[in-house]
């Protein structure tokens, strides 16, 4: 149980355009969500936390209308990467939280989305 | 100061060696802490929680000390297959909110 799905694994965009990356969880359901980022070498850095149904929680220096995070179901939770810059490619990875019954309460990871802004 | 302080190194050691990861936590109302491992360019996999009494699953122990907010982990007869990055995560209280250390690199040789 507790498995987290994150789409696409790979993307190569150009400079300006947006990408989105789904994050599913995809059998139990998942009240929290994390999106974290991950710059080569570094530690992964929790980028906002959202529960489903409200605005997502940015972190310091996250900015929210650059990463757009999405919550509408208690299985999906979307960042759009708006107008993305060289600067941005990253290994993005989500993460979900939620009751699993008799497993307790899980926290499973999405196995994470490489981008590349060229 | 970082949240999590992890000594990044590589450490390189032969097949069979004992080697101890440290992790120092700045917070001291965190709650829960874990030791994750990530294989390059994979996401984080959980490998053990760490409780306050030590605990050991297998070749892997880990300690916890709230007074000094260090963590630590052994992991002894190294493998091959050992050679990874070794994070350490601390949860803080009341929330889902993780805090990853940097990783520490292991690089286990024949």
């Known amino acids: 149980g507790a498995v987290v799905s994150q789409h696409p694994s790979r993307v190569i965009c150009k400079s300006g355009t947006s990408v989105k990356i789904e994050c599913r969880s995809l059998d139990f359901q998942a009240t929290t969500m994390f999106w974290y980022r991950q710059f080569p070498k570094q530690s992964l850095m929790l980028m906002a936390t959202s529960n489903e149904g409200s605005k997502a929680t940015y972190e310091q220096g996250v900015e929210k209308d650059k990463f757009l995070i999405n919550h509408a179901s208690l299985t999906l939770s979307t960042l759009t990467v708006t107008s993305a810059h060289p600067e941005d490619s990253s290994f993005y990875i989500c993460s979900a939280s939620g009751w699993l019954g008799q497993g307790g309460y899980g926290y499973t990871f999405g196995s994470g989305t490489r981008l590349t802004v060229v | 100061r970082k949240e999590v302080e992890q000594d990044p190194g590589p450490f390189n050691v032969p097949e069979g060696a004992t080697v101890a990861f440290n992790c120092t936590y700045s917070?001291?109302?965190?709650?829960?802490f874990f030791w994750y491992r990530q294989d390059c360019r994979k996401e984080p996999k959980l490998l053990m929680s760490?409780?306050?009494s030590g605990n050991e699953d297998g070749r892997f122990t880990a300690q916890l000390n709230r007074a000094s907010q260090y963590i630590s982990l052994l992991i002894r007869d190294s493998k091959l297959s050992d050679s990874a990055t070794y994070l350490c995560?601390?949860?803080?209280?009341?929330?889902?909110?993780?805090?990853f250390g940097t990783g520490t690199r292991l690089k286990v040789l024949a």
């Open positions: 760490v409780y306050s």
């Open positions: 995560v601390v949860r803080q209280g009341g929330t889902y909110k993780y805090i």
């Open positions: 917070n001291s109302a965190s709650q829960s």
